[in-house]
């Protein structure tokens, strides 16, 4: 296949942020000739142009993740001006939707978790903060994959620290997620259907051979405060000692000893939250070893896969390397991983069908698309708000989307975009829109907030002297002591309270219901966390570093009025996210859109939608507010379906919105048909 | 799809011994071995003869104490025995804790497994690893028990209801796995509160609910006309709204409903979630859904091990004896296989804060019911319960016997989306033949 028109090889380097409409049409264009060169050599057709109504909805949930309001639709719809549908995307990719969707895509393919440890929490913040300033993507791998420390010091540690004591299906994600290749398999044996051995596995491994799940720091801390480490041995001295003297010196090293491991308990949970390379630690090739290029137990060199060759690492900048060598715009696929990615966030497919497995994907329609796309991505630097502004401006983004769906697995021709379902989070969102209006602006700065005070708090720890730190020390110990006697109190409370019930005796039952909160109540609302207890100064400003868990703070706004983004992930069993298909953060890319019968009766009788006709909502509000039903059919059908109502459904079902009562039910079969639930 | 247009070693090896078998008059076990059944599958299936058409799946999630209830030893010094007494049971040479009165007496019932052994000492790895056979890997989810029952036989489902359903299941339930969605469990959150949203709305009548139905088709009509053919999600959702609907009007919705279960059974099962869990477990399994997991949480016992034994055992003991009873009352219990399950046991030896800590060393689960020899204890451990010292079962193990029970091959092979081989038995799980029956 042979192009007619020459790539685009005079755009420089590095482009100047953001790219100038000139350059962003001129890429665009380019994409959209090489598609239809190929696809006139394949004997196949473009799709015709969408109208206004398609390409208002698309754009809106494509680029910001929620339908437009009513207002937004009116205005686009009504405006007569050439460049409208320019202006709409250029306008929506600077507006926060576009982040909102954006980190909807970044926490579904790294499984990001909110709520594991404190790490979590750092990690969140710190992606969503890189989504927001729009970090370059190469930037954002390399910082994560770089990373080591204590998630206080280094949030984006939290990469690592998602699975922690996991170390080689750490690895295994990395290369899904970065190089889109599966190496899972040989991790035990040699990769059955690709070419990665087992040696080859863990000589990649071995890069991070040096990874022990510990907070370096707190041993340094506790050593500078009491003197020893928890775990030092004898020094040379103690051989040239009498009898008597080891005897005394043995006794008094136990006692620091002892005194070392119960300051040490003041860290106990950063144990969970940071990460020590040790530059004499090496992988090691596992028991079961089978093949005959190794022995179990062999010490395993670091090595890559695919192209750059290891030169002699030195054990501290094994870390640096592999980063470095992941997210090389040199290597094979770190840039044309993410143009294709890109590309399916777009288009609703990617270029290269199995976006985590190009190893065991069909060869794409246009491969040198792929390799146009990887340039695109190189000049604009891995902006990739400049790079989906391209996609964006394609022609291909104005195409009908294809009758029949791409076979999954196989190539696509992409004569026009995919039909697809919205995703978990555009649906809630767009019910959000509705009832709230236009909330995009609704940050939530709580994650931020509890992170600083916790941050805060850990740096005061790090800063501590020994006084303070045994004060600390000694709060930390009695509040445990303390959450113990509670716990035990409550337990015995429940079974009374138990039994009571069994008796039929629900007063008492009730009375002991009221004495567990009482008791529970008695440690402070941190119970359950563990926190220090109140009264010592030091062990006060420490409470938030030492807690089991990060502070909790209020969101600014209530949760029906945010954002899908602004809440914390995944979300949880049973909600709307959940059962409309949203990541439970178990694997990359999780998220589905897969139908099942819960999904369909939470639509049918949920409270979801019952808001909706909900008084006290802007949309039941304006709704009840019009008087013609022609002009209610009109809002029905331009808030759900982003359209006005063509003169043939105006006959149809001008009928249906006469009543209050009928207008209600006409508003939730719109609400449960397909035609809301995909996007053309 | 011909299965014998693939033949590779494995199919072709299978259809020799079955061939070999019918020739020589020895029957396939059951209905339900298939073409497909190695000889090692349909011998174990053949045991039991598939005789469990439904299962009930109760998992003790924290890990739950081992010593102190199923695997009792009353020799022990007190520093690994505690002040739980150990006690007999309708079976002579059985004995549990003392907390497990009420099952004592369903100990003819029962096959308790005292062998388990697994490598998985953290929640979530050992929840993963008994759930699906296989280690948990963060590049791929495996399918649990009961989406691999409803791939392996898609046939035998009745009514509308769902096949497998969940009861207080947490986010990290692996599911379905790589099988497709539809395959997933309904998961309840709460037995008492039944099945979300499957009734109208208050305010909407039937007749404006019909209407609405009807509203959808023809809103629907030209999307459907454009995609209807080309677009398997479409149909989909084509596919589950009239599930939905169905399962609204039908009366198997009931299922879900413990409101219609009498005073006394609500009593006999007792008051708490799980008891509620257990309650609506037997009522799915009567309605025919095929597959019921209940958790119960907080057997996490790291500290005051034996207050919180006080606290929860009792609920577990209650609710699995009336279980038992109910289904045998029902004429289920032959049809019905009862598991209890949990990620690993607590270390024998107390520690200093009277709690007992993680131990996949040793552990042990219990089978009842259909295809399982009552009366049995397969497996031992040493005089403290900290080594397994005969028939040590792996968590496949287990899965294979389940699977064996249902008349289900444990190793034949499905392929994952990245095309990697699996089976509902795990990678070398085999059926316990000596419990089977």
Not at chain 1, 208 to 218: K, N, P, Q
Not at chain 1, 233 to 261: G, T
Request: charged content about 25%; some cysteine.
């Amino acid at each position: 296949m042979k192009f007619l028109l020459p790539l685009l090889v005079a755009v420089p380097t590095i482009l100047a942020k953001p790219l100038s409409p000139e350059v962003v049409r001129d890429t665009a264009r380019e994409i959209d000739e090489v598609l239809l060169e190929g696809q006139k050599a394949q004997g196949l057709k473009a799709n015709a142009i969408i109208d206004d109504a398609t390409f208002l909805r698309r754009s809106y949930l494509n680029i910001i993740g929620r339908l437009p309001t009513h207002d937004e639709a009116r205005v686009f719809l009504d405006s007569k001006k050439d460049d409208k549908r320019s202006k709409l995307v250029d306008t929506l990719v600077e507006s926060p939707g576009f982040n909102s969707r954006l980190f909807n895509f970044w926490s579904d393919l790294l499984r990001l978790k909110t709520r594991e440890e404190h790490n979590g929490l750092g990690w969140h913040v710190w992606l969503k903060n890189a989504v927001e300033k729009n970090v370059p993507y190469n930037k954002i791998a390399g910082e994560m994959l770089a990373a080591e420390g204590h998630v206080a010091e280094n949030p984006a540690v939290g990469y690592y620290l998602r699975d922690r004591g996991m170390l080689l299906d750490n690895v295994s994600n990395t290369v899904q997620v970065f190089l889109g290749q599966q190496i899972g398999c040989a991790q035990c044996h040699d990769h059955p259907f690709d070419d990665t051995t087992q040696m080859e596995y863990y000589q990649l491994a071995a890069f991070l051979g040096g990874t022990e799940y510990r907070f370096a720091g707190a041993r340094e801390k506790v050593r500078e405060v009491v003197g020893v480490s928890p775990d030092k041995r004898p020094n040379r001295k103690f051989a040239k000692m009498s009898k008597d003297e080891r005897r005394k010196f043995s006794m008094a090293m136990k006692a620091k000893q002892s005194e070392a491991r119960n300051i040490a308990s003041v860290f106990r949970y950063h144990q969970r939250n940071a990460l020590s390379d040790v530059p004499n630690k090496e992988l090691k090739l596992p028991v079961d070893y089978q093949y005959k290029d190794g022995k179990p137990g062999d010490v395993v060199k670091p090595g890559f896969l695919f192209g750059l060759d290891a030169k002699d690492v030195s054990p501290e900048k094994r870390r640096d390397y592999f980063a470095k060598w992941v997210t090389s715009p040199e290597n094979p696929y770190f840039t044309k991983v993410i143009s294709n990615r890109m590309w399916k966030y777009v288009f609703g497919y990617g270029l290269v069908a199995n976006p985590d497995d190009w190893g065991n994907s069909p060869k794409p329609h246009y491969p040198g698309l792929v390799e146009y796309l990887e340039k695109a991505m190189l000049a604009s630097d891995y902006d990739l708000k400049q790079f989906l502004r391209i996609l964006y401006q394609t022609r291909l983004f104005q195409r009908e989307v294809t009758v029949e769906e791409p076979a999954q697995g196989f190539s696509f021709h992409f004569q026009g975009p995919v039909l697809r379902r919205l995703s978990a989070e555009e649906i809630r969102d767009s019910f959000v829109t509705l009832a709230s209006g236009n909330i995009d602006s609704n940050t939530n700065n709580s994650f931020e907030e509890a992170w600083d005070e916790y941050v805060e708090s850990f740096n005061f720890l790090m800063s501590t002297n020994a006084k303070q730190l045994k004060q600390i020390d000694n709060a930390v110990d009695q509040a445990e002591k303390r959450r113990r006697e509670i716990q035990k109190e409550v337990s015995l409370l429940r079974t009374k309270a138990r039994e009571a019930k069994e008796a039929g005796n629900f007063a008492a039952m009730r009375r002991l219901g009221v004495q567990v909160r009482e008791t529970q109540q008695k440690f402070g609302k941190s119970y359950k966390k563990g926190s220090a207890a109140t009264g010592n100064p030091a062990a006060m400003k420490a409470s938030a570093a030492i807690a089991r868990r990060a502070p909790n703070v209020r969101p600014d706004h209530p949760e029906y009025k945010m954002r899908a983004s602004e809440l914390a992930v995944p979300a949880r069993g049973g909600s709307f996210i959940a059962e409309f298909g949203g990541s439970d953060a178990e694997s990359p890319s999780a998220a589905h859109t897969q139908a099942t019968v819960p999904q369909t009766l939470r639509l049918l009788n949920g409270l979801e939608t019952s808001l909706l006709t909900n008084k006290k909502n802007a949309f039941a509000r304006t709704l009840r507010s019009i008087e013609a039903p022609s002009r209610r059919l009109d809002f029905l059908y331009l808030s759900l379906y982003s359209a006005l109502p063509t003169k043939a459904e105006k006959e149809t079902f001008l009928a249906e919105v006469k009543t209050p009562e009928s207008t209600e039910t006409f508003a939730r079969a719109i609400l449960t048909s397909n035609r809301f639930l995909f996007v053309q | 799809m011909n299965p014998f247009n693939q033949l590779d070693d494995q199919s072709r090896r299978s259809f020799l011994s079955n061939t070999a078998r019918t020739a020589f008059g020895v029957t396939l076990g059951g209905a339900s071995a298939s073409w497909f059944s190695s000889a090692e599958a349909a011998e174990a299936i053949s045991k039991s003869n598939g005789k469990a058409k439904n299962v009930i799946y109760l998992y003790m999630a924290g890990g739950m104490t081992h010593i102190d209830t199923l695997d009792p030893k009353p020799e022990a010094p007190s520093e690994y025995r505690g002040p739980i007494k150990a006690i007999s049971t309708n079976v002579d040479g059985i004995q549990l804790g003392q907390h497990l009165e009420k099952t004592a007496k369903h100990a003819d019932k029962m096959a308790i497994i005292r062998s388990m052994t697994s490598t998985q000492g953290a929640h979530s790895q050992g929840n993963y690893h008994i759930h699906t056979s296989y280690t948990e890997r963060a590049s791929i989810t495996h399918p649990s028990m009961g989406a691999w029952a409803n791939k392996l036989d898609p046939e035998r489902l009745k009514g509308t209801l769902p096949p497998y359903v969940t009861v207080h299941t947490g986010n990290n339930h692996p599911g379905a796995g790589f099988f497709e969605p539809s395959i997933a469990p309904l998961p309840v959150g709460d037995a008492e509160k039944g099945l979300q949203n499957a009734k109208r709305r208050g305010n909407v009548s039937e007749a404006a609910f019909n209407r609405q139905i009807a509203l959808r088709s023809k809103l629907d009509e030209q999307f459907a006309d454009r995609f209807g053919k080309g677009q398997r999600s479409v149909r989909a959702y084509d596919e589950m709204f009239n599930s939905a609907v169905s399962l609204m009007k039908s009366k198997d919705l009931e299922a879900f409903d413990l409101s219609k279960e009498s005073r006394d059974s609500h009593a006999a099962y007792g008051t708490d979630k799980f008891s509620k869990g257990v309650l609506l477990s037997r009522r799915l399994v009567e309605h025919g859904v095929r597959f019921v997991e209940v958790q119960f949480g907080g057997f996490d016992w790291h500290s005051d091990n034996f207050t919180k034994a006080d606290e929860k055992l009792p609920i577990l003991d209650q609710a699995y004896a009336a279980l038992l009873t109910d289904l045998e009352q029902r004429g289920l219990l032959e049809s019905t296989l009862v598991v209890i399950a949990t990620e690993f046991g607590r270390t024998p030896k107390i520690d200093d804060d009277a709690g007992r800590n993680h131990f996949p060393k040793a552990f042990s689960f219990a089978l009842a019911g259909a295809g399982i020899k009552g009366g049995t204890v397969y497996g031992e451990t040493d005089k403290t319960a900290s080594n397994v010292i005969t028939d040590k079962t792996t968590a496949s193990d287990f899965n294979a016997t389940i699977a064996a029970a249902m008349g289900l091959s444990h190793d034949q092979v499905l392929y994952s989306p990245t095309k990697r081989p699996f089976k509902m038995g795990g990678k070398t799980g085999k059926p316990i033949a000596d419990v089977l029956a």
